[in-house]
T-cell receptor, first 117, second 113 residues
Framework: ETGVTQSPTHLIKTRGQQVTLRCSSQ?????VSWYQQALGQGPQFIFQ???????GRGNFPPRFSGLQFPNYSSELNVNALELDDSALYLC????????????????FGAGTRLSVL | GQQLNQSPQSMFIQEGEDVSMNCTSS?????WLWYKQDPGEGPVLLIA?????ELTSNGRLTAQFGTTRKDSFLNISASIPSDVGIYFC?????????????FGQGTTLQVKP
């Protein structure tokens, strides 16, 4: 158990719809990162939130957006869903964004499996 | 851009055998991480490497940070059925150690009892 929980575990949407995925960080962690993992691939970095502000973004379009709340939980929102958005979405929490990576070990949740039909 | 290439893509071995897998990059990494992902779960960190040439063990797992800083290796000794899963290498995305990770495509390990 990593202490990172994601909901829902599975979700089915149709093309063009919008979706919100949720993540509850491990206690004491103020940084949340979101990743997309397509079938048979490694996770790809979407963006990171630190103290409620976006702190870096990967190569994803603006229809992927996020929020971090004062309790450090987070949401990932995807608008205008496309078939290629079907993937496992992983959330990872850590304790900070700067300094040695030893202090920023990321703990992953089990993910939300999104299917877009 | 930064990319990590893992080999082999998959392995099917007999219980008790040793396993070796590697990860290479066209650019230098200052940190190498090895994760394992079980079906239906998120990745779990196995070993972290922070210095070129570093050799670190975690039980039957041993990983090395290549001296060129462009590769890393993971070895599993005396494999057991619970070693089954997908093994990913990962490193910091962009410059610095900011916790934003780039992952390889994974090595799938299957162990025959």
């Amino acid at each position: 158990e990593t202490g990172v929980t994601q909901s829902p575990t599975h979700l089915i949407k149709t093309r063009g719809q919008q979706v919100t995925l949720r993540c509850s960080s491990q206690s004491g962690h103020n940084t949340v990162s979101w990743y997309q993992q397509a079938l048979g691939q490694g996770p790809q970095f979407i963006f990171q939130y630190y103290r409620e502000e976006e702190n870096g973004r990967g190569n994803f379009p603006p229809r992927f957006s996020g929020l971090q709340f004062p309790n450090y939980s987070s949401e990932l929102n995807v608008n205008a869903l496309e078939l290629d958005d079907s993937a496992l979405y992983l959330c990872a929490s850590s304790t900070g964004t700067s300094g040695p990576l030893t202090k920023n070990i990321q703990y992953f949740g089990a993910g939300t499996r999104l299917s877009v039909l | 851009g930064q990319q990590l290439n893992q080999s082999p893509q998959s392995m099917f071995i007999q219980e008790g055998e040793d396993v070796s897998m590697n990860c290479t990059s066209s650019s230098i990494f200052n940190t190498w991480l090895w994760y394992k992902q079980d079906p239906g779960e998120g990745p779990v960190l196995l070993i972290a490497l922070y210095k070129a040439g570093e050799l670190t063990s975690n039980g039957r797992l041993t990983a090395q940070f290549g001296t060129t800083r462009k590769d890393s290796f993971l070895n599993i000794s005396a494999s057991i059925p619970s070693d089954v899963g997908i093994y990913f290498c990962a490193g910091p995305h962009g410059s610095g150690n900011t916790g934003k990770l780039i992952f390889g495509q994974g090595t799938t390990l299957q162990v025959k009892p």
